[in-house]
């Protein structure tokens, strides 16, 4: 039996969600916080924590990514070892990037965080290991996309920072703002997963999900492709 | 890793896969292109009305009157001056302000019906020039405030421009607020009295 239709289906709700959502940026520059923070000379702990809170929660490329992640993991002690290997990687990330004054491109990275919500995917569509036959370490995937993902959060640091002053204090604020934020989003994911893995519809409609999870990952990678090539 | 008992097979795997690139691409170029970037390949952005989401308006017309003001004040060592200007919320104005010596100042609002002395501060610097654009974020007075704390007089040339309905300027010797005493508590003179 061709599944085909529950793609297209799925494929569909992504479309209309591309275009009632007027502007596809991933995070939005958010250029009131930017001139406020970049106003503040120095040691700015709780805005560097709400900013880092607020891109994890308002950023839909994070928060696809730990949807895919924890798609299929059940039992608390996998999701804490993921999550945590995820929290790992960025946190290795944003720490060079600032520290070592690494400017990756904004685009570049949010293009490879896209790509890491269609690699989840695919993973949990089975892809690497009926398709390719060959299924590459999901912890270490997640630790490699979690450096990935470090790296769009150094830049987001560099951009709202423009002193030096303070810049370690600020940087880890964001980093303890990017966790509570991640622990906010990871806890409305689990719940809606709670909710849905006690139906049936689960089993039914995974296989559909995680390929609408792929467009979705494919559209944004797709995006910030495009402001790479207009914009840089 | 899906723990169904009826397993995708590879081949829906790749369909599914290759449906979803498909997809994602057809939408980048229908949606995304035209919406974000202004460009167009298939038409879909115009049919959709998308194009303009991406298009910025450079120019935003005001209703009130246009103004230009230059004018100087003169500081002696302790005297503050302010100057203020009304604009309604959303208008905009250009300054530019120089300054003989350097000059505490700060740039402060208050929103019409605040407390009194209620004021929101945006800039507070010690500098001898500065210059730019603003933009009303609220209805109500808006304006600098220089202070010199130098022991040198100091002059400084405001020029403003922009959709402000009232200037306003406030001293202390002007006004008698504060009358400018020497540490023994005479009458400080300035040097063309």
Redesign the interface.
């Known amino acids: 039996m061709?599944?085909?239709w529950h793609?297209?289906l799925a494929?569909g709700l992504?479309?209309l969600a591309?275009?009632l959502v007027?502007?596809?940026?991933a995070h939005p520059m958010d250029e009131q916080n930017a001139a406020f923070v970049q106003?503040v000379e120095g040691v700015a702990i709780f805005p560097f924590m709400y900013l880092g809170a607020k891109h994890m929660v308002t950023g839909y490329d994070h928060l696809l990514f730990l949807v895919g992640v924890i798609f299929?993991l059940y039992r608390l002690k996998d999701v804490v070892l993921y999550v945590s290997l995820f929290t790992l990687g960025h946190s290795v990330t944003l720490l060079v990037g600032v520290l070592g004054n690494i400017g990756a491109n904004a685009y570049v990275v949010d293009a490879i965080i896209g790509l890491s919500v269609?690699y989840k995917?695919?993973?949990?569509?089975?892809?690497f290991?009926?398709?390719l036959q060959v299924r590459p370490n999901p912890k270490a995937a997640v630790l490699v996309f979690g450096l990935f993902h470090g790296f769009g959060l150094a830049t987001k640091v560099q951009e709202f920072t423009l002193s030096e002053t303070g810049l370690i204090a600020n940087m880890l604020s964001f980093n303890v703002g990017v966790e509570i934020g991640q622990i906010l989003a990871l806890t409305m994911v689990l719940i809606g997963f709670g909710y849905w893995r006690g139906r049936s519809s689960f089993?039914r409609h995974?296989?559909?999900t995680n390929?609408?999870l792929?467009?979705?990952?494919?559209?944004l990678a797709?995006?910030q492709m495009?402001?790479y090539v207009?914009y840089s | 890793?899906?723990?169904?008992n009826d397993?995708?097979?590879?081949r829906?795997?790749?369909?599914?896969?290759a449906?979803?690139?498909i997809?994602?691409?057809?939408?980048?170029v229908t949606?995304?292109?035209p919406?974000?970037?202004g460009i167009d390949p298939l038409g879909t952005g115009g049919a959709?009305g998308?194009l303009g989401?991406s298009r910025v308006q450079p120019i935003g017309p005001e209703d009130a009157a246009y103004n230009t003001d230059a004018l100087e004040l003169e500081l002696a060592p302790t005297e503050w001056a302010e100057l203020t200007y009304r604009l309604e919320e959303g208008s905009g104005m250009l300054f530019s302000w120089e300054a003989t010596g350097a000059v505490s100042f700060n740039f402060h609002s208050a929103p019409d019906g605040a407390p009194p002395g209620y004021a929101e501060s945006f800039?507070a610097e010690e500098v001898d020039q500065a210059n730019g654009s603003y933009t009303a974020p609220f209805t109500g007075i808006h304006g600098w405030y220089w202070e010199n704390r130098g022991s040198d007089y100091v002059t400084i040339r405001m020029s403003t421009a922009g959709f402000y309905s009232e200037a306003h300027e406030a001293r202390d010797r002007v006004d008698g607020f504060r009358p400018l005493r020497n540490a023994r508590g005479e009458p400080l003179e300035r040097p063309d009295e």
């Open positions: 061709c599944k085909c793609v297209l494929a992504i479309l591309t275009v007027p502007a596809l940026q106003a299929f269609a995917a695919f993973d949990n569509m089975g892809g290991e009926r398709l089993q995974a296989f559909a390929a609408a792929m467009t979705a990952g494919f559209i797709g995006n495009l402001g207009f | 890793m899906t723990h169904s397993a995708p097979s590879a829906n795997i790749a369909l599914a896969s449906a979803a690139f997809v994602a691409v057809m939408a980048v949606v995304v292109l919406a974000e970037y959709l998308l989401l800039d």
